[in-house]
């Protein structure tokens, strides 16, 4: 096989990608998102310069940061919890709050971080520490558990109780002398009897619970964040459609003392005033006064996802998903962006690919890269190629030499025409449809048509968005109340989907030919035994392949089954399709491989990719049927694979 790969550089170092923030003093310490390795970096608010970068190694991101408490100067210590570490892997580290040696200049700390502890199977989404240094551990696992750590010693780390193990995570963590405060609730796989927010005190010796919720947050899908102010506890949920609550909590008796209901998605990123209010983001930011139980306007600010709140003299900090911490002041906003004053600018793990007409898109963390080939190799500085759009563009369709982006989370289809250089969103998406899936044009109606996925209630939509008339059609859950639309595609005015179920209960992937505009199925099958990764058309075949690796081949207009293949030893958990004239060629995030026939074995393209991707792997096709993907975190151009073995099919 003669094989052509073509490096054409680093998919996206256009940014310091983050997810959690913590102020102490002038210093913000700062956790990346979906680097290798993974780190934290400190940035000094008042030189408006980073300072300091602690790496830990392995781990996708840095979502839980917390300081020991009495520590604020020299020599204080901060942890990180860390997600995405195998089970034998450290995923709680620290690091020292102040840089060691000078900090004058351009110099840089780089003392690595400590390893504090390994909690298997646990992604550590909060931490809080206890009055007497006593640090404890939540996240995401089977049933959210409070762990207690000690550090510096050889002592495991204890699980203290698991409050609520019908919810699916936790992401609030506070701690006093007596107790530990435990926020969980259901906000990915959430619905179908996951738990919901519920709030609980632990006592920190013996693991007795108490429920303290209140009443009005109960119906929300999860706890965003907890934050204790001396004998108050404040609650932000995560809402449902685009509202959410903030409630204040009453630590010596356990009565609820205020509740608001708030625009926007969730509440959350609390940070301590100067003046002894807590600052809050919603849809805006707001400050409460914990104990008047007044609420009031914070400064106004556009900054994306906000991943940390914090303040130095007029200021407001806001630490901003899109790699920037946003100054602002009466005299207005002063955005810095972290890569240019001393963060690294490492390779994000890959999100989304596209290419059309001499440019290649690449979706990340707070926006887009955008490539022109023609000048590929591409070096490591990509900032002035940044498209910023507040989220994750999961999936990008080319129409016309117009990108289509669908962002996560809940912030609907955006455009992109470069001609003008015109970037906005098009349309809004009704929020619980957070989690765009897979997307493709449907070229006989001259629409777009989107899978999306339910994270807090299960099942999903097939949404169709007509840009021509801006006519937006919504069909939910069109296999059933569990299955997300995981996979689409389109041809002569007609749509194929493919499901997913991640619940115990009902169809495990369903395959089906519907009509965009009524939803209404003209066949369907539910014999897969899997989920549905992708789809794709050849001739008189639909290919889908499920999340086991299974090829299955159906007649696309009657749905009648044609062939069955067993390639989980070359397709290993999620993939992506795109139609040629030669076949469907499949990636993985290690193989590409080519189906024509279902009586005739794949042929293999490319194999040993290594692909570094978050949400799965992409693989895009130009005019020419060259081919992109990744290749560990840089893209890579496959010939055309008629020309890879020599043959023209």
């Known amino acids: 096989m003669n094989q052509t790969l073509t490096d054409l550089g680093p998919a996206n170092t256009s940014m310091f990608p983050l997810m959690s923030a913590l102020q102490l003093g002038t210093l913000l310490h700062i956790g990346s998102r979906n680097l290798t390795p993974s780190m934290a970096i400190t940035y000094d608010v008042a030189a408006r310069r980073v300072v300091a970068r602690h790496d830990f190694g392995p781990g996708k991101f840095v979502q839980a940061l917390a300081a020991r408490p009495g520590d604020t100067g020299d020599g204080a210590t901060i942890y990180a919890g860390l997600v995405g570490c195998d089970d034998h892997e450290p995923n709680i580290h620290a690091f020292p709050s102040t840089p060691a040696g000078p900090t004058d200049g351009d110099s840089v700390d780089t003392t690595p971080g400590r390893p504090v502890a390994t909690i298997p199977g646990v992604g550590v989404r909060v931490l809080a520490c206890a009055p007497d240094g006593t640090l404890y551990a939540a996240g995401k696992e089977d049933a959210p558990a409070v762990w207690q750590v000690t550090d510096g010693t050889e002592v495991r780390p204890r699980r203290l109780a698991v409050p609520d193990p019908t919810t699916t995570q936790c992401r609030g963590l506070a701690a006093d002398e007596e107790y530990v405060y435990f926020g969980c609730g259901s906000n990915l796989a959430g619905g179908h009897g996951a738990g919901l927010t519920r709030v609980f005190r632990v006592h920190r010796d013996t693991g007795a619970t108490e429920d303290l919720t209140p009443d009005e ?28 609550h903030l409630a204040v909590i009453d630590l010596d008796t356990g009565r609820t003392l205020r509740v608001w209901e708030l625009p926007g998605k969730s509440v959350g990123c609390f940070a301590a005033g100067p003046d002894g209010t807590v600052l809050l983001a919603a849809a805006t930011l707001h400050r409460v006064d914990p104990e008047r139980l007044e609420l009031s306007d914070g400064p106004t600010t556009s900054a994306g996802e906000r991943w940390g709140l914090g303040h130095h003299g007029d200021e407001v900090l806001t630490v901003s998903a899109m790699g920037q911490v946003v100054h602002s002041s ?19 793990l890959g999100m989304s690919l596209q290419v059309t007409d001499g440019r290649l898109y690449v979706g990340g963390n707070g926006g887009v890269v955008v490539h022109e080939l023609a000048t590929a190799p591409w070096g490591p500085d990509m900032r002035d190629k940044r498209l910023e759009v507040p989220g994750e563009a999961k999936t990008i369709t080319c129409v016309d030499d117009v990108a289509h982006l669908a962002v996560y989370s809940s912030q609907g289809l955006w455009t992109h025409d470069p001609g003008t250089g015109a970037l906005g969103r098009a349309v809004e998406v009704p929020a619980e449809f957070n989690r765009p899936q897979d997307s493709c044009w ?72 519907v009509d965009p505009g009524t939803a209404a199925i003209r066949w369907r099958q ?21 999340m086991t690796g299974e090829a299955l081949a159906f007649d696309a207009r009657s749905g009648e089954p044609c062939g069955r293949q067993d390639l989980s030893h070359q397709l290993e958990g999620m993939t992506r399709i795109v139609e040629t004239p030669a076949g469907v060629v499949v990636g993985s995030a290690d193989t590409v491989l080519r189906l024509s026939s279902p009586d005739r074995g794949p042929e293999l393209i490319v194999t040993g990719l290594d692909g570094q991707w978050y949400s799965g792997p992409k693989i895009a096709q130009d005019s020419a049927g060259r081919l992109y993907t990744l290749r560990g975190r840089h893209v890579v151009r496959i010939a055309a694979p008629h020309a890879v073995d020599g043959r023209r099919d």
């Not at 001396?230 to 509202?243: A, D, I, S």
């Not at 021509?468 to 389109?490: I, K, W």
């Open 442 to 513: 449907d070229d006989e109606g001259r629409r777009l048509l989107v899978g999306y996925q339910n994270d807090t209630q299960g099942g999903g939509a097939l949404v169709v968005w007509t840009p021509g008339s801006g006519d937006l059609l919504v069909h939910t859950n069109p296999f059933d109340e569990y299955q997300m639309v995981r996979a689409v595609t389109s041809r002569d005015g007609d749509a194929w989907l493919g499901g997913w179920n991640r619940y115990e209960q009902g169809p495990r992937g369903t395959v089906a030919r």
């Open 217 to 244: 947050l109960r119906a929300d899908p999860a706890v965003r964040q907890l934050h204790r102010v001396g004998r108050r506890l404040l609650v932000g949920t995560q809402g449902l459609g685009r509202r959410s």
């Open 330 to 348: 009466d005299r207005g906003d002063e955005r810095v962006r972290l890569v240019e004053v001393g963060a690294p600018a490492l390779p994000q």
């Open 526 to 546: 539910d014999g897969a035994g899997a989920g549905i990764s992708c789809l794709g058309l050849h001739g008189p075949y639909l290919w889908a392949i499920t």
